[in-house]
C-alpha cells in the first residue's frame, strides 16, 4: 500500500542509493521517503543518520517548503527499529553510548523542527522506528492490520536509546509508557490511537493525502479538530505528583522482579531511566538513557537475547533438508488431526487460525465434541481480547470440521496424528489412515517413541514424519521435526514450511528416542527427582530452579505435564539410555500411589478444586527413600546436580548427530524447556562457563554419582583444545 499513492507534481530534490532515502516536493510540501535497498524492511543504523540530517536541513532551508511527510515505501513497515547486526558489533560500551547520543541529538532536532514534520505510518512502526515517529509534529496511522507500533527493546535486553524513554511517558502517560516498554508488545493502531500515541487513523487509501493537508493545516496555524485523549482521573491522581508516581514506580519493579527474579537487567535500568527523566528533567533523563544504553547494548544477557534473535531469524529461511538434499514443500490445503484430547484439539486450533480446513477425528462423538470446545475456547479468546473480529472468529470455527470416522480424509495434504502415547496404537491409526489416504504425508506427534518403529508400520516410510508440538500448543512456540533416514526431501520441506505457517519456530532433528527437547530434559528432571531421593524438600528444589532462571522448577513441570505423561516416557528413555536416565524412586513411587498432578488435584504438590497450588503434600515424603525427614540442600548443588547433565545430554545429542548445530540446540531448549533465554541456550551457557570448568564440574559429580554425569567425548576435547561452540 505504503508506495501506491501517487503525489501530483512530485518533484525530486535529493536521493541517496546507499540508504534509500529520497526527498521529493509537491506543492509546498516536501516528501521524506524511505525505502532502504536490499532489505524487506527499513531499518536505522549510522549510515542512514547524517543522510535524515541532510534531508531535515535541506526542508529546514528551503522557503518553498512548509514541512514534510516521512513516509515508507515498504508495502508492511515503517521503519523496524534498529540495525541490530550493527549492534552485535560493538564492543565497548562508549562506543554503544556514542550511538545512543547521535540517535537522540538527531531526534530532538526533529522535536524542535520549526516546520511541522508528519509521520504517515503504515506498517510496523518499531523500535528507534517508534522513536522516530515520537519525535514528529503530528503522527498519523492506518487502520491496517500490518500496522502495529512497538518499543522491543527489552526482548533484547536493551532499552529504547533514542528518546523514546522520554517522550513516550509524556504522550501516553506513565503508567502506559511502562507497559509498552516493559513488555515490548505490540500496539495496534486503533489502540494506539485510543491511547494517543498516534493523532490520527485513517484508511491505509487517504493516508498520505490526510498527512499533506495536516502539513499544510499546521504550517498555516489552523488547529485540528482531533479526538483529545481521554485521561482516566485514577492516571490524573497517581502520575501528576511525586507520591503517586513512586507507587507506580515501587509497584512496576516488584512486577519486574516477580516476572524476571532479576536475571534481566534492562527491564530495572529502564525504570530507573524513566524515573530520572521525570523527576530530574528530559535532559537528564536523556543522558541517563545513554548511559544505560551503552551498558547494557555490551552485556551478556543482551548479547545472549541478541543471539536468539538472530537463530530464530535463521531458522525462518531454513528448509529443514539436510545437505545435499532436494525437496519441495507442497501447499497444506487441507489437514487431518487425529485425536481430539488436549494436544489434538491445540493443533486442530492453531491451524484453522492460520487458514487451513481441519478434520478432527476422535473414536467418540463426546470426544470431538469436547476437542471442538476447546477449539472454540482458545478462538473466542482472540475475539474477547479484540485480536480478531466476531467475522473472522467465525470464518475460523467454520473450518473446522468433526468426524468420527473418516470422511472426509481422501483428500487431506497432512495427516497429524495425536493418539495415546503406545506404538500399538499409533501403527494402528497409521494403517486405516494409509488406506483412506494414501497420498497424505502422516506425522507423528510422539514425544518419546522412536519414528522409526512407527514408520517401520507403513507402506511409505519416506512420507512419514514427526511434528513435535509442545503443550500447551497454542502458546509454546516451538516445533520439534524428526526425520529418519527414509524421510524423503518433499516431506521434510513441507512439515517444517507448514509448521512456520502455525507460527511456529522449528527445529529439524533426527530420530532417536526423546528426540532432542525431552531427552535433554529427562535428566534436569530425572536428578530433581533423585534429590527428593535423597531428602531434598520439593520446594527447595523448585526454589533452586527458578532462581536459576527457569520459569517453572523441575517439580511443578511435572505436575503441570502430568505424572502420568513423565511415566511412560521414563521407561523409553532409561531402555535406550540406560542407567543414567533411569527416573528417580521418588517418581516411580509417586505415580503408583494414584497422584498425576495437577489434573488430578494431587501431585508433589496439593491443589484445591480449582486447580489452584495449595502447598506440597508432605505426605508423599513417606512414598521416597529418605523417608519423611528432610533437611536442607545448598542451591548451588541442587543447581548442578541438575542442570549440569542437561547440558551434557545437549552436547550428547550434538555428538550423535540428533540436532544439526549448536543454534538449533540453543532455540530448542530455549523455546521447548524455557532454558533460561539470558544465558542463551546450553550451549552458549557452556561457551560462558568454558568446556574445561563444565568438565571438572562434571567429573566430580560423577565420582559422588557413578555413571551420571561421565563428560561426554565431544566435551572433553573441546575442553582440551579450548574450543568454544559458538564464534
Avoid at 506513565?174 to 490511537?193: E, F, H, P, S
Avoid at 535500568?269 to 521525570?278: E, F, I, M, S, W
Avoid at 517418581?587 to 494414584?594: R, W
Wanted: charge should be positive; include cysteine.
Amino acid at each position: 500500500m505504503s508506495g501506491s499513492e501517487s503525489l501530483p507534481d512530485d518533484v525530486l530534490l535529493f536521493e541517496d542509493a546507499g540508504t534509500g532515502l529520497r526527498l521529493s516536493v509537491s506543492g509546498r510540501v516536501a516528501w521524506l521517503r524511505y525505502n532502504q535497498p536490499d532489505s524487506p524492511v527499513n531499518t536505522l543504523n549510522s549510515r542512514v543518520g547524517p543522510v535524515f540530517a541532510q534531508c531535515f536541513d535541506r526542508i529546514e532551508q528551503d522557503d518553498a517548503i512548509d514541512g514534510a511527510v516521512l513516509v515508507s515505501d515498504k508495502a508492511d513497515t515503517w521503519i523496524a527499529g534498529a540495525d541490530i547486526e550493527e549492534l552485535r558489533g560493538i564492543r565497548e560500551a562508549a562506543e554503544a553510548e556514542a550511538l545512543s547520543r547521535g540517535g537522540q541529538q538527531l531526534l530532538d532536532r526533529l522535536a524542535a523542527f520549526r516546520k511541522p514534520i508528519v509521520a504517515a505510518i503504515h506498517g510496523a512502526a518499531l523500535g528507534g522506528g517508534l522513536e522516530v515517529a515520537l519525535a514528529c509534529r503530528h503522527r498519523i496511522a492506518s487502520e491496517h492490520d500490518k500496522t502495529v507500533l512497538a518499543l522491543p527493546e527489552v526482548q533484547l535486553g536493551l532499552l529504547p536509546g533514542a528518546g523514546g524513554t522520554q517522550r513516550l511517558p509524556r504522550i501516553v502517560g506513565l503508567q502506559a509508557a511502562l507497559d509498552m516498554m516493559l513488555t515490548g508488545r505490540n500496539i495496534r493502531a486503533r489502540k494506539a490511537w485510543q491511547m494517543g500515541l498516534v493523532h490520527e487513523l485513517v484508511h491505509p487509501a487517504i493516508l498520505r493525502r490526510v498527512a499533506g493537508q495536516r502539513v499544510q493545516e499546521l504550517a498555516a496555524g489552523v488547529p485540528l479538530s482531533l479526538r483529545p485523549r481521554k485521561t482516566p482521573p485514577m492516571q490524573h491522581l497517581l502520575e501528576d505528583n511525586p507520591i503517586g508516581r513512586a507507587l507506580v514506580y515501587h509497584k512496576a519493579r516488584e512486577s519486574v522482579m516477580k516476572k524476571t527474579g532479576g536475571h534481566y537487567p534492562a527491564p530495572l535500568a529502564l525504570l530507573d531511566v524513566v524515573k530520572r527523566g521525570l523527576e530530574d528533567g528530559m535532559a537528564a533523563g536523556l543522558a541517563e538513557e545513554a548511559r544505560a544504553f551503552g551498558r547494557l547494548a555490551v552485556s551478556a544477557e543482551s548479547r545472549h537475547l541478541v543471539s536468539i534473535f538472530f537463530a530464530t531469524t535463521a531458522l525462518k529461511k531454513d528448509n529443514g533438508l539436510r545437505e545435499g538434499q532436494t525437496g519441495t514443500a507442497k501447499r497444506v490445503r487441507k489437514l487431518a488431526v487425529l485425536g481430539a484430547g488436549f494436544m489434538g484439539a491445540g493443533i486442530a486450533g492453531i491451524a484453522v487460525q492460520r487458514g487451513s480446513l481441519v478434520r478432527l477425528k476422535d473414536a467418540s462423538l463426546e470426544r470431538v465434541a469436547a476437542g471442538m470446545r476447546a477449539v472454540r475456547d482458545v478462538v473466542s479468546e482472540r475475539q474477547r481480547r479484540r485480536q480478531i473480529t466476531r467475522t473472522q472468529m467465525d470464518d475460523m470455527l467454520s473450518a473446522l470440521g468433526p468426524t468420527v470416522d473418516y470422511r472426509g480424509f481422501a483428500d487431506v495434504d497432512l495427516v497429524i496424528e495425536a493418539v495415546f502415547e503406545d506404538l500399538a496404537v499409533k501403527l494402528a491409526v497409521l494403517r486405516e489412515v494409509e488406506a483412506v489416504a494414501p497420498q497424505a504425508i502422516f506425522a507423528s506427534n510422539t514425544s518419546t517413541i522412536p519414528l522409526r518403529d512407527i514408520a517401520a508400520g507403513s507402506r511409505r516410510p519416506s512420507r512419514v514424519i514427526g511434528m513435535h508440538f509442545f503443550s500447551p500448543v497454542h502458546k509454546m512456540p516451538l516445533l520439534e521435526v524428526i526425520v529418519t533416514p527414509e524421510t524423503d526431501g518433499d516431506t521434510v520441506a513441507t512439515a517444517v514450511a507448514y509448521g512456520k505457517q502455525l507460527g511456529k519456530t522449528v527445529i529439524v532433528v533426527n530420530d532417536g528416542a526423546g528426540f532432542y527437547v525431552n531427552r535433554i530434559l529427562a535428566p534436569y528432571l530425572n536428578e530433581a527427582g533423585r534429590l527428593i531421593d535423597d531428602g531434598a524438600r520439593v520446594e527447595d528444589v523448585d526454589r533452586a530452579l527458578t532462581a536459576f532462571g527457569f520459569p517453572v522448577g523441575p517439580i511443578t513441570l511435572l505436575d503441570e505435564v502430568g505424572l502420568d505423561i513423565a511415566g511412560k516416557s521414563g521407561p523409553i528413555l532409561a531402555a535406550a539410555f540406560g542407567p543414567r536416565m533411569q527416573p528417580s524412586a521418588t517418581l516411580t513411587a509417586v505415580l503408583a500411589s494414584g497422584r498425576l498432578g495437577r489434573k488430578a488435584r494431587r501431585g508433589f504438590y496439593r491443589y484445591d478444586d480449582k486447580g489452584k497450588r495449595d502447598g506440597v503434600d508432605d505426605a508423599l515424603y513417606a512414598l521416597t527413600p529418605s523417608g519423611p525427614s528432610r533437611h536442607a540442600v545448598d542451591m548451588t548443588v541442587v543447581q548442578q546436580r541438575t542442570v549440569l547433565p542437561l547440558l551434557n545430554e545437549a552436547v550428547r545429542c550434538l555428538e550423535e548427530g540428533v540436532i544439526r548445530s549448536p543454534r538449533d540446540g540453543d532455540i530448542g531448549a530455549v523455546f521447548g524447556i524455557g532454558f533460561p533465554p539470558f544465558l542463551g541456550g546450553p550451549f552458549r551457557y557452556i561457551d560462558q562457563l568454558g568446556a574445561a570448568k563444565l568438565v571438572a564440574q562434571l567429573e566430580t559429580l560423577d565420582a559422588q554419582h557413578p555413571g551420571r554425569y561421565s563428560p561426554t567425548p565431544l566435551l572433553r576435547d573441546m575442553a582440551n583444545r579450548g574450543e568454544r561452540f559458538h564464534p
